[in-house]
């Protein structure tokens, strides 16, 4: 009898939403638990087996000290280390505390700030251990994830596209919005993997699945600034979902009132 490869996920801080977008797989979902034995998966079963683990899929970011010990954990007991979502590969919404003060956030939120341990930064995931695979998004592109998890099955390299969405538009036959509206998008810099849902009803491009392999921030944000965007508008545009990436954060640093 083959033993069939064991699929473990795990979750830091995040919001689940990425771990969802795999249960939403439905009819592939059976297929993959077809081909792999989910050893841990909290999210959909109870059961949970000993490692070693062939892959682990890892959402969420590194926020605590507990965090940071038991992704070393993780990464000792996993063959393959894929980081799944925003949080994962680049901090998440919650690296917005990266700018600031975190110990201002905790004393003004909590009644009794002493009793919250957390650490300065949020960081993605690769700050702190060995990542084989980055699978970007928030929430991920859950066909992407069957692409991943079947190419590392395979042992090749996973198939995910690292152009911009301002492609994805061109393929779908959208009107560009920065260009035909002056509306911000941050598209041209924003990797693929949405199938242009903002743009294609109007809307620009928040950027959620972080900088594209090519990038020219710095040419965008001269655009958006000739028309009419803000110092502060262009600065908050670069922090969102992906704000600790290196390339939106090196932006919106530049622009940092």
Same mark, same amino acid.
Not at 104 to 115: D, R
Not at 120 to 139: H, M, N, Q, T
Not at 181 to 188: M, N
């Given at each position: 009898?083959?033993?069939?490869?064991?699929?473990?996920v795990w979750k830091f801080a995040s919001c689940d939403g990425c771990q969802l977008g795999i249960l939403d797989l439905e009819d592939e979902l059976l297929s993959l638990v077809g081909a792999?034995?989910?050893?841990?998966?909290?999210?959909?079963?109870?059961?949970?087996?000993?490692?070693?683990?062939?892959?682990?899929? *890892?959402?969420?970011?590194?926020?605590? #000290?507990?965090?940071?010990?038991?992704?070393?954990?993780?990464?000792?007991?996993?063959?393959?280390?894929?980081?799944?979502?925003?949080?994962?590969?680049?901090?998440?919404?919650?690296?917005?505390?990266?700018?600031?003060?975190?110990?201002?956030?905790?004393?003004?939120?909590?009644?009794?700030?002493?009793?919250?341990?957390?650490?300065?930064?949020?960081?993605?995931?690769?700050?702190?251990?060995?990542?084989?695979?980055?699978?970007?998004?928030? #929430?991920?592109?859950?066909?992407?994830?069957?692409?991943?998890?079947?190419?590392?099955?395979?042992?090749?390299?996973?198939?995910?596209?690292?152009?911009?969405?301002?492609?994805? &538009?061109?393929?779908?036959?959208?009107? &560009?919005?920065? *260009?035909?509206?002056?509306?911000?998008?941050?598209?041209?810099?924003?990797?693929?993997?949405?199938?242009?849902? =903002?743009?294609? *009803?109007?809307?620009? =491009?928040?950027? =959620?699945?972080?900088?594209?392999?090519?990038?020219?921030?710095?040419?965008?944000?001269?655009?958006?600034?000739?028309?009419?965007?803000?110092?502060?508008?262009?600065?908050?545009?670069?922090?969102?979902?992906?704000?600790?990436?290196?390339?939106?954060?090196?932006?919106?640093?530049?622009?940092?009132?």
């Amino acid at each position: 009898m083959t033993m069939r490869p064991t699929l473990a996920v795990w979750k830091f801080a995040s919001c689940d939403g990425c771990q969802l977008g795999i249960l939403d797989l439905e009819d592939e979902l059976l297929s993959l638990v077809g081909a792999v034995q989910i050893a841990s998966f909290t999210e959909m079963t109870s059961a949970v087996i000993d490692g070693p683990y062939d892959v682990s899929l *890892v959402e969420g970011s590194i926020t605590t #000290p507990d965090d940071a010990d038991r992704i070393l954990a993780v990464r000792e007991a996993s063959g393959l280390l894929v980081t799944i979502g925003a949080c994962a590969t680049a901090g998440g919404i919650q690296a917005l505390r990266n700018y600031a003060d975190v110990g201002e956030y905790t004393s003004t939120v909590y009644a009794h700030p002493e009793y919250i341990t957390t650490l300065a930064e949020s960081s993605p995931i690769s700050s702190y251990v060995k990542v084989d695979f980055e699978l970007r998004g928030c #929430p991920i592109n859950r066909y992407q994830i069957v692409e991943v998890v079947t190419a590392l099955l395979a042992g090749r390299r996973p198939v995910i596209p690292g152009y911009s969405v301002c492609e994805e &538009c061109k393929m779908a036959g959208n009107l &560009c919005v920065l *260009v035909a509206h002056g509306t911000a998008c941050l598209g041209p810099v924003t990797r693929a993997g949405c199938g242009a849902l =903002c743009p294609a *009803v109007n809307r620009g =491009c928040y950027g =959620c699945f972080g900088p594209a392999d090519t990038t020219n921030t710095a040419s965008l944000a001269r655009r958006l600034t000739e028309l009419g965007t803000s110092e502060r508008g262009i600065s908050r545009l670069f922090r969102t979902f992906n704000s600790a990436a290196t390339e939106f954060s090196k932006e919106s640093l530049e622009h940092d009132a």
